[in-house]
């Protein structure tokens, strides 16, 4: 549809003087076209090269057309093939027809354009350049950047365009390379990028991405808590106890050492408890995060307090016997959120204390920005939005058009049949 009604703006302006602006009729066959024009269709038909005889039935309904009736008499008709060849019928001296497939000759204006809105840019961009397309074309370019019904008085649209000519009409639509747009103090720039555009404003446009956000696997290391490691009782449910004559669970190691013998911190961590834990002794305690809790047992001397944050390999205390002991040794407890597990599970080793988490996040992305315009679209910026020239005017023309009988050759390969958009137009 909107080839259509391109042609019919085009054309009703072309040959206002010598053609008429007509519409392929509902039902309307080349035979009986040429009947009602009293054209011998016999003889007509003879001429036709056998290769364009398609063309002559797939004439759509309604199709735009052009006659050049003189005192009643068809001179001349234009039945556009596509959107760059017609048939041409002609009638000659002799009163006979001839018939032709012909090019149309085009040329491609560039021009810049630049107003200051007075109106309402449809009416001002129509009277800068006599070509009511192109605001309708730039309206498209930026759909939902620029609601072009709040564009005011003294906002700026500057446009760098291209368009096919012919005889300085306007022929099929216009392409839009380039266009700034400045309304308020809110900037828009769109360049044209093989078939989109990109748009950069100097207002923020904001997009919400999901973005996949790993975190990894926290690990942390347990050293000894003695320089010197000799283990006299190890991890287990079930020991004979010596001094209470009973099995009971050894739920730590006992480490075999001086009195006074430094004891380090398994790793970094906050103190937690520090004093007298009945048959324990002297202890310390220490969060180490994840859960983990490290135990130092019959202490002699205590040297860090509660709620103090501890490094690793720092002394935290002294070996002694203090509480339910039989001699000067260190038992080493760890426990698991409140449960006890091995030591030896921990100790010289790296532990992964936190699993990798892998979570979806939406994330607001700021892009776009006329700042971060790249080099050959800061050239093209620069150029519109400094832009105050006068636009080439399109013609309202009168007269023919001169018709150049040519590559009809090279047309004939490429030919297959009327090609009318019937997409809903909103031109
Ligand atoms: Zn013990």
Redesign the pocket.
């Known amino acids: 549809m909107r080839f259509l009604l391109i042609l019919a703006f085009m054309f009703s302006a072309i040959w206002a003087t010598e053609y008429k602006l007509k519409y392929w009729k509902d039902g309307e066959t080349f035979s009986s076209y040429l009947t009602k024009n009293k054209i011998d269709s016999t003889k007509f038909y003879s001429q036709i090269d056998p290769d364009d005889i398609k063309f002559l039935s797939s004439i759509a309904s309604k199709l735009p057309f052009f006659e050049n009736v003189k005192n009643g008499i068809l001179q001349e008709a234009l039945i556009p093939i596509g959107e760059e060849m017609q048939m041409f019928i002609s009638r000659k001296k002799s009163g006979e027809y001839s018939f032709d497939i012909v090019p149309l000759k085009y040329k491609i204006i560039r021009d810049e354009v630049s107003i200051k809105i007075e109106n309402n840019c449809f009416v001002d961009i129509k009277k800068a350049t006599n070509n009511a397309h192109i605001a309708t074309y730039l309206k498209r370019v930026f759909k939902d950047r620029v609601d072009f019904t709040k564009l005011k008085k003294g906002d700026i649209i500057s446009i760098k365009y291209r368009q096919k000519s012919i005889k300085g009409l306007p022929w099929e639509e216009p392409i839009i390379e380039a266009a700034y747009i400045k309304r308020g103090s809110s900037e828009y720039f769109a360049l044209k990028n093989k078939d989109s555009y990109q748009i950069w404003s100097n207002k923020a446009q904001v997009s919400v991405v999901n973005k996949t956000i790993t975190k990894e696997a926290v690990y942390k290391t347990f050293n000894y808590p003695l320089s010197h490691i000799r283990i006299t ?1 190890k991890f287990t449910y079930k020991r004979w106890h010596p001094i209470l004559h009973k099995y009971r669970p ?1 739920l ?3 480490f075999g050492a001086k009195r006074g013998t430094p004891i380090y911190a398994l790793s970094s961590g906050k103190v937690i408890y520090a004093g007298w834990m009945r048959g324990y002794g002297k202890v310390t305690k220490i969060a180490h995060g994840a859960g983990i809790v490290s135990l130092y ?2 202490q002699s001397k205590l040297l860090v307090k509660v709620g103090q944050i501890v490094k690793a390999h720092q002394v935290i205390g002294k070996v002694g016997s203090t509480g339910r002991s039989t001699g000067p ?1 260190l ?1 080493l407890g760890v426990y698991k959120r409140g449960k006890p597990i091995n030591p030896a599970n921990y100790i010289g080793r790296s532990v992964k204390i936190k699993d990798s988490v892998t979570s979806t996040k939406s994330v607001k992305i700021v892009h776009n920005l006329l700042k971060e315009l790249p080099i050959r679209a800061k050239i093209v910026y620069n150029s519109l939005k400094n832009s105050h020239k006068k636009s080439y005017r399109w013609k309202s023309l009168s007269g023919t058009v001169e018709i150049a009988v040519k590559e009809k050759e090279r047309f004939k390969k490429h030919a297959t049949r009327v090609q009318l958009s019937n997409t809903k137009g909103d031109a």
Request: charged share 10%.
């Open positions: 009782s050894h730590g190691i006992d047992a019959h040794h038992h």
